[in-house]
T-cell receptor, first 113, second 114 residues
Framework: DGGITQSPKYLFRKEGQNVTLSCEQNLNHDAMYWYRQDPGQGLRLIYYSQIVNDFQKGDIAEGYSVSREKKESFPLTVTSAQKNPTAFYLC????????????FGQGTRLTVV | QQQVKQSPQSLIVQKGGISIINCAYE??????FPWYQQFPGKGPALLIA?????SEKKEGRFTISFNKSAKQFSLHIMDSQPGDSATYFCAASNRGGSQGNLIFGKGTKLSVKP
């Protein structure tokens, strides 16, 4: 099955710890994105990448970091600098420069305890 | 100018009724307008999309109406069913832009009562 896989589905983190969220796609898409979803806020872009080894900050990149070493993978690290990390995180991918029909993963719910 | 404004925030409709969700944008460079449907605990899924060269697109019970001069577009769900209860997001993008990423509205939570 082609698609986007996010793991884990639920993640708990202690304050002050970094945590990495996984996102893998087998759709052969060039572009990948990370969004954060909070109630009543819609989807806000954290980072995006259009090609391997290149990525750009989105609207709310502070406290997050990413890497894009492989076309299929775009992990997101939530660092201890992110002041309010509890949220639902969504990874998406699309074909660059075309219809930008984005396909989403099932999300990771991160809770800071 | 990059915002997409969506209304209402929540909507309650009786089974069989028509659900209408509206979105407005400012950036005239936007040329792709999709709607996404999201069920609780799941990722959004593409429902229907439209380009600005058409004024309406229909897929089953779902219709997008697009008004280019007013910079508005809307989703109509005919014969709404309880299974349509979900959060709906409109979005817009400039496919020729350097980013190509989607700008989302804040979502509308639809509840269809049996």
């Amino acid at each position: 099955d082609g698609g986007i896989t996010q793991s884990p589905k639920y993640l708990f983190r202690k304050e002050g710890q970094n945590v990495t969220l996984s996102c893998e796609q087998n759709l052969n898409h060039d572009a990948m994105y990370w969004y954060r979803q909070d109630p009543g806020q819609g989807l806000r872009l954290i980072y995006y990448s259009q090609i391997v080894n290149d990525f750009q900050k989105g609207d709310i990149a502070e406290g997050y970091s990413v890497s894009r070493e492989k076309k299929e993978s775009f992990p997101l690290t939530v660092t201890s600098a992110q002041k309010n990390p509890t949220a639902f995180y969504l990874c998406a991918s699309s074909r660059t420069g075309l219809g930008t029909e984005a396909f989403f993963g099932q999300g990771t719910r991160l809770t800071v305890v | 100018q990059q915002q997409v404004k969506q209304s209402p925030q929540s909507l309650i409709v009786q089974k069989g009724g028509i659900s209408i969700i509206n979105c407005a944008y400012e950036n005239t460079a936007f040329d792709y307008f999709p709607w996404y449907q999201q069920f609780p605990g799941k990722g959004p899924a593409l429902l229907i999309a439209i380009r600005p060269d058409v004024s309406e697109k229909k897929e089953g019970r779902f219709t997008i109406s697009f008004n280019k001069s007013a910079k508005q577009f809307s989703l109509h769900i005919m014969d709404s069913q309880p299974g349509d209860s979900a959060t709906y997001f409109c979005a817009a993008s400039n496919r020729g832009g350097s980013q190509g990423n989607l700008i989302f509205g804040k979502g509308t939570k639809l509840s269809v009562k049996p």
